[in-house]
């Protein structure tokens, strides 16, 4: 896998897959493109830029792009971490934990349609 680090102009990092063959002076094709935030309190988190698109490429105007270099070994660690939680085999919940989130479901139902005085 050919992951880079992109920066773009309005500051966004962003890591992705670079599709070699496809990509042109006009533009950067890159594959499931992730965006890194960094919150003060809470630390680093991603973002998928294409999480409700039907495909997963993803054209980045090099006129958006202040640099494009190949991504570091911590930069591996996220992307990866982050595709696998990402992944539907990682959302696989017991039994106890769909019951759970059933009952809290029910009850934040309960309270919205309660009459508040």
């Given at each position: 896998?050919n992951l880079l680090h ?112």
């Amino acid at each position: 896998m050919n992951l880079l680090h992109i920066k773009l102009k309005n500051g966004d990092d962003i890591l992705a897959q670079e599709y070699m063959e496809e990509s042109d002076e006009n533009g950067i094709v890159v594959f499931s493109p992730v965006e890194i935030c960094i919150d003060p309190v809470n630390g680093f988190f991603a973002k998928s830029w294409a999480i409700l698109s039907a495909t997963q490429n993803v054209v980045v105007p090099r006129s958006e792009v202040l640099f494009c270099y190949p991504a570091s070994d911590k930069a591996y660690t996220y992307y990866e971490e982050f595709l696998n939680k990402m992944s539907p085999s990682s959302e696989v919940y017991d039994e106890e934990e769909v019951s759970e989130l059933e009952e809290l479901f029910s009850t934040l139902l309960e309270s919205r349609n309660s009459t508040k005085h």
